[in-house]
């Protein structure tokens, strides 16, 4: 088949715990979707399979085949090598450690495959979908299980000296701050990310702090998720309200640093944190940002939520997947 | 006289108490410098005629005539519009609002003026000069009276939407910490410059703290320069070694949100404190910042104390000037 007739771009949003994966045509219309558990406890191998059996799905799904295919992207959770397609580390995926996950892929599909960090992807798909790619400088800030961001200087994605630029959950801005996961503290990760949310709320509750979730999920706060957060303020929980308000706060903070060093025209803040309480959080991170962003610098800079929500990933990665054939 | 006998580029070093400015050839070895102080008190008519006199001081100094100078580059303390060459806010100089420096000097002096913020033209010296332009990406950061930086993104000056990146001094590192000048608190400005130190020291003193200090510069450390903190520690005062010891500890955590960020290949530390106490400060700093850096992602990548110390400035503002002219 000629190249001028593989009209579809397919994005994968490899995850922890799921692979999502989108078929886009060539004007970025989302024509299909799937879904599979990662099974990341099976192994490295099983876990490159399913992300084929996820694409081949995808592809179905829309009554395509693989050869109207003219590239796969996909955003992988860790420190990534863009240029041979490796993925290097990935901390929650157990056993990735120096994968040619590109070569495999390319094995198992005949398609060309690209390969970025999970945040960098999102940043990518937000900058050329939602901001059509008009700002020069834009920075991503997804807000989820952990925090990650991207970075777009000059209208590219910008990767660093090790391709790990971004790593911006990992600044830090509490010294002596709470624990985090990457052995630091007070990282920004540590104070505004889901798992630093719900560990303050669980640690309250077991301390004898009253809240509606408690009602609502029973004492063990059980399957709890971003979602029941907002359901608990806007039923009046003021408990919930201030550790939301707080993590706004650190939110903020973590803004007006990058808006400090790197200036860009937009920030935009992502993730399934800020879906789920977009207007419990964004007044009060927007606020707390320009309070600490240098007097007079913030000219006609915007901090925003995403529209893409948790299609930023398998967007993204479409978006590499046709910057990579072009 | 003929563009190609202009052999020479002047780089000016405008500060809050004095102006330095360096005549370079073309190879840019320094052929001489004058100095004067700003008097920053009379007004910025009266700064600017100060500058065009450190200029042909310059020149003179060198037995040169300005016929033969290709351009002029300068630093200001503060935000610039690079394109207009306006000094958008400076801080340190009273009465300067959108003043057009380029067109003023250009008026007085009659050769091609360039202008870039302080810290953005110091890291511009330290990368074209001491790193020879070769490293793609490059984190300059300044400590002295106030903390600055810039940012070298794919071999060139990065400024940002508002041409204000690089505010590095502004970052926040400790959430509720000491205040910045900047209105804030917890920035590394308020933590690790030598305002903070002299703070801390003078406060402790106050509380009756001893140190070799009081007895080199008498009970109110008068006229106390970061040259006698490093004098203190070499006569075995335990106490200004600790100050410092904690400022580099800070300084450390900075440059690894730094690297956590942007991931350059060099971060290069400059400035009077690290120029005076670089032996005292550097192993600590570089030690922390490598306890703060994503694992995995430092590899290859250098964190050094520049070796232009005080000419950073004024090299860097040459640098601009045949930039500017080329």
């Not at 990341?40 to 693989?66: M, P």
């Not at 915007?302 to 046709?322: H, M, Y």
Request: aromatic letters at 4%; proline letters at 3%.
């Amino acid at each position: 088949m000629a190249d001028n007739q593989k009209e579809y771009y397919l994005g994968v949003d490899l995850g922890g715990t799921k692979i999502l994966t989108g078929v886009f045509d060539t004007k970025f219309d989302l024509k299909g979707t799937s879904k599979l558990s990662t099974k990341a406890g099976r192994g490295v191998d099983a876990v490159i399979e399913r992300i084929a059996r996820g694409v081949k799905e995808a592809v179905d799904e829309c009554d395509l085949s693989l050869s109207q295919v003219r590239g796969v992207g996909i955003g992988a959770p860790g420190a990534v090598d863009t240029e041979t397609g490796k993925v290097i580390f990935a901390p929650n995926l157990p056993g990735w450690k120096d994968v040619p996950l590109k070569k495999e892929l390319e094995k198992l599909l005949d398609v060309p495959v690209f390969l970025g960090n999970d945040c960098n992807v999102c940043t990518l798909g937000v900058f050329d979908q939602e901001f059509k790619a008009k700002p020069k400088h834009l920075v991503g800030i997804f807000i989820g299980t952990g925090i990650g961001g991207g970075l777009v200087v000059n209208g590219d994605l910008y990767c660093g000296h090790n391709l790990t630029a971004g790593e911006i959950g990992h600044m830090v801005i509490e010294v002596n701050g709470p624990k985090c996961g990457c052995g630091n503290r007070g990282c920004l990760e540590a104070l505004a990310s889901r798992t630093a949310i719900f560990r303050k709320i669980e640690s309250a509750v077991k301390d004898g702090q009253e809240t509606l979730l408690t009602d609502m999920l029973g004492k063990d706060l059980k399957d709890m998720r971003s979602g029941d957060l907002r359901k608990a303020i806007r039923r009046g929980d003021k408990f919930v309200a201030k550790v939301i308000e707080e993590a706004a706060e650190f939110a903020g903070i973590g803004v007006a640093n990058l808006i400090n060093i790197l200036n860009p025209e937009i920030v935009v803040v992502g993730g399934g944190v800020i879906e789920a309480l977009q207007d419990e959080m964004m007044p009060t991170l927007v606020k707390t940002a320009k309070d600490h962003v240098m007097s007079g610098t913030m000219s006609g800079i915007e901090i925003k939520a995403s529209k893409l929500g948790d299609n930023a990933g398998i967007t993204g990665a479409a978006v590499l997947a046709r910057r990579g054939t072009a």
